[in-house]
């Protein structure tokens, strides 16, 4: 299994665009996940018809406007099933042809401290799910697990990190 998770801008651009059909070329993966897309409902199916051939697409514009959270995924190779999806993440459970089972969720956190606050939980509650089953987190947190993480921005301290820290705690989950 290969996936390229891509934080991506101005998805609306010829430019960007390119860039992307560039990256899925050169790691050819079975699975693509974008966050931080800011492409409007009536542009997807222009702009993923132009990048994937065939390939599946889910997203989270059914909650957000400017749909967060895309994931693209070869057919011919996995089947998923969502079974969680919100303003800061999507989880499908995906299966290969083998039966391979196995879980993932993509995540774009709030750059708001207080708003993340609904994203933990809801990993909390799915990761009741997951019991002897792969899961994959991955994505953009939008906070990090050690102040010498961050790089830019405002400084933050311990404090800010340890509802994330909480989190992979709770869930069982290694980095």
Known sequence: MSILVLNVRRLNDKVRRKDVKDHISKYNPSLVAFVETKVSLANVQRLTSCVYQNWQVNHNFDIEDMGRIWISWDPRVWRYVVISKSYQQLTLS??????????????????????????????????????????????????????????????????????????????????
């Open 94 to 175: 995906h299966s290969d042809k083998g039966g391979f089972l196995a879980f993932l969720t993509i995540v774009y956190g709030e750059n708001v401290l207080c708003r993340r606050e609904s994203l933990w939980k809801d990993l909390q509650h799915i990761s009741g799910y997951m019991q002897g089953h792969p899961w994959l987190v991955a994505g953009d947190f939008n906070t990090a697990r050690n102040t010498n993480e961050k790089v830019g921005g405002r400084t933050v301290n311990i404090c800010q990190l340890a509802p994330f820290n909480d989190y992979i705690t709770h869930c069982n989950l290694s980095i």
